[in-house]
């Protein structure tokens, strides 16, 4: 057998391991098996391509290891309550890959033919836009820029004009690639300008689709690189990525009862009236000694979870008085929301590193149902997807938003800092309702406190 | 490029977006982050193109562009298994959890 063609079968056992690794991400008891299979199917396909006539190693050897030094520590050290961060970078990461290995084959033949002409500019167009949008996606999440959304008078017809000058400068570039190497360069700044201008009008809030959404494209890229090299691995893989980040992104949009087009286009908040701060009412707060009096007489508990306990870094403590609620005879169970923090999934990962058991953790449309039979429901941090006006206030910019039913709860704690509103800028009028009880301080100061008074 | 490997190679494309769909659609929300990253991970597969760009035939541009994408690529894809499997290794059932200490 030629060598060729055992590269070739070793990507098909490559593209095997992928789907198997992804298969068992399907429940938390195989996935950490299943990330070890699918990094096994990459070892292999990277092993393959190794063995490729005529490579000369020196620069690749060295360029992997200036990789590694890079990368591994960095994923070792972070901390978990910033892995929306991370996962932004490593995002744009793969998508500058997939635009540099397009630019290199492209620098290197030039008379390209028109189908891989077209697939060039594709993987530099999505790899741009995947890197600098992973970048500004970074920076907000981190804080590091504006993380509110940036909106400006015109902003849909300059990136409007964008899109046409990009369809323009690609069909020229398409129709005779070997001539045209600045409208190239053009393709490549322009790709990187846009993933700026897509990403800014988000707002922090929306970062889950954001992310979900990046995700899609570094795969996409991945895929397009597939076609212009035309490389199996690559288009499968890199499909399986694709479809697996459009998935999570519709998850997110269908648990914030927004389109896509909603949620790219039109920072959310940014047209909120404000006549309607302020407060609507009396707020009943409490002090920590009576809010123990309750739970301690409660027989099932129900957390809620948002952004708020990882900026606190109180999912420690959280857990600690979950167990001693436990201890104490109580039914104790985590409710998460789809959109609960900065990415999909990101307060499972923080109760998860707490060792809450995942079991523990309860969706959304599970825990609903059940609601008016708990005693006691804890809100930390979150806001938004516990506001029932999302149910019944048509004006409400978060109205038809699936939320949390804290309100049908016997009883309502919430746990924040002051009474400012929330990402959305709408305020909550759960806090004035007659079954909640405000907590007002550093959440993790105020669960601390309460685990104090369990323990004395 | 040949029609007929276009043709092949969108057989291949079209396949796999759609077994994505069957594979991903099922994973419970507890998961979402893990499933984002690990997958993330898979995205670095550009790494075998960006071998191919460095080492192949090429100039020195071209290489140098290449050597870079192999930087990224490593990058994305130790980084995202590394994270991923932090992640996974914290998700514990009740029974295991209980015996065991905190981790910091």
Redesign the interface.
């Known amino acids: 057998m030629n060598l060729d063609i055992m590269i070739n079968l070793a990507y098909i056992l490559a593209a095997v391991l992928f789907i198997f690794g992804l298969k068992m991400l399907n429940s938390p008891a195989t996935a950490r098996k299943g990330n070890l299979i699918s990094a096994l199917g990459m070892f292999i396909a990277i092993t393959a391509v190794m063995c490729s006539k005529g490579l000369s190693y020196k620069f690749i050897i060295l360029s992997l290891i200036i990789g590694m030094i890079l990368g591994i520590p960095a994923s070792k050290w972070i901390a978990m309550t910033t892995m929306p961060e991370m996962v932004a970078l490593l995002n744009g990461s793969g998508g500058l890959s997939s635009l540099l290995v397009g630019w290199a084959e492209y620098h290197h033949h030039q008379t390209l033919d028109m189908m891989t002409a077209i697939t060039t500019v594709l993987s530099v167009l999505i790899g741009g836009v995947t890197f600098t949008g992973s970048v500004i996606a970074w920076g907000k999440l981190s804080e590091k820029f504006y993380s509110k959304p940036i909106l400006y008078s015109g902003q849909q017809i300059v990136n409007s004009i964008i899109l046409v000058g990009v369809l323009i400068g690609s069909t020229l570039f398409c129709l005779d690639p070997a001539a045209n190497y600045p409208i190239f360069i053009a393709i490549v700044v322009i790709s990187l300008i846009l993933g700026v201008l897509v990403v800014i009008p988000i707002g922090g809030a929306d970062m889950p689709v954001v992310i979900s959404l990046l995700n899609s494209y570094s795969g996409l890229a991945a895929c397009a690189t597939g076609f212009v090299i035309q490389n199996n691995i690559l288009i499968v893989a890199g499909a399986l990525v694709g479809a697996s980040g459009i998935i999570l992104s519709g998850i997110m949009c269908k648990a914030m009862n927004r389109s896509l087009s909603n949620v790219l286009f039109s920072g959310f908040g940014s047209t909120v009236q404000k006549a309607k701060e302020g407060a609507q009412g009396e707020v009943n707060p409490i002090s920590g000694q009576d809010a123990y009096y309750i739970l301690e007489a409660a027989n099932s508990v129900v957390f809620v979870p948002g952004y708020g306990m990882a900026v606190a870094q109180a999912q420690h403590v959280v857990r600690e008085l979950g167990e001693l609620l436990e201890a104490n005879g109580a039914e104790v169970r985590y409710a998460i929301h789809p959109v609960a923090g900065r990415m999909p999934g990101h307060m499972n990962v923080l109760l998860a590193e707490a060792n809450v058991p995942y079991d523990q953790l309860v969706e959304m449309d599970d825990i609903n149902p059940v609601m008016n039979t708990i005693d006691v429901a804890v809100i930390i941090g979150a806001n938004d997807v516990v506001n029932p006006a999302a149910r019944h206030d048509e004006s409400s910019p978060i109205y038809g938003m699936p939320i949390i039913n804290v309100d049908q709860a016997k009883t309502v704690f919430v746990l924040k800092r002051s009474m400012n509103t929330g990402f959305s800028g709408v305020q909550n009028e759960l806090f004035f309702y007659e079954n909640t009880r405000m907590l007002f301080g550093d959440a993790k100061q105020s669960i601390q406190a309460l685990v104090a008074e369990f323990k004395g | 490029?040949d029609p007929q490997?276009?043709i092949f190679?969108l057989l291949?494309?079209t396949l796999?977006?759609f077994?994505?769909?069957e594979?991903?659609?099922?994973?419970?929300?507890?998961?979402?982050?893990?499933?984002?990253?690990?997958?993330?991970?898979?995205?670095?597969?550009?790494?075998?193109?960006?071998?191919?760009?460095?080492?192949?035939?090429?100039?020195h541009?071209?290489?140098w562009?290449?050597?870079?994408?192999?930087?990224?690529?490593?990058?994305?894809?130790?980084?995202?298994?590394?994270?991923?499997?932090?992640?996974?290794?914290?998700?514990?059932?009740?029974e295991t959890?209980?015996s065991?200490g905190?981790?910091?």
């Open positions: 490029m490997i276009i190679l291949v494309l796999s977006i077994l994505g769909f594979l991903i659609s099922k994973v419970p929300s507890t998961l979402h982050t893990p499933l984002m990253s690990g997958a993330n991970a898979i995205s670095g597969i550009t790494l075998v193109g960006a071998i191919i760009a460095t080492g192949g035939e090429g100039n541009t071209s290489h562009l290449g050597a870079l994408a192999v930087i990224f690529a490593t990058i994305n894809v130790v980084g995202g298994y590394l994270v991923t499997d932090r992640m996974l290794e914290m998700f514990k059932k009740k959890s209980s065991q905190e981790k910091k």
